[in-house]
């Protein structure tokens, strides 16, 4: 019957984990230089939201002015 040897297993154990460590690291560094090299462009705007302005939005249908007129007839 063998003993196990604990000081060689985590010997083994803790240099996988720097291994690992590294690799990490240099996964990390990898991606950062890949995304400072990315050519994009954050200063323009985006094409969905060009024109729009702060605040209430009319209505792109003119919806609010038919109702509006529906509602005053119907009152009456």
């Not at 323009?44 to 003119?62: C, E, F, K, N, T």
Request: overall charge positive; aromatic content about 2%; cysteine-free.
């Amino acid at each position: 019957m063998q003993k196990s040897r604990p000081t060689q297993n985590k010997r083994a154990r803790e240099r996988a984990r720097q291994e690992r460590q590294q690799l990490k690291t240099a996964r990390r560094n990898e991606a950062k230089a890949r995304k400072a090299a990315s050519p994009t462009d954050r200063s323009g705007d985006d094409p969905d939201i060009a024109g729009i302005v702060p605040g209430p939005q009319p209505s792109p249908w003119g919806d609010e002015e038919v109702e509006a007129g529906q509602e005053s007839e119907s009152e009456s």
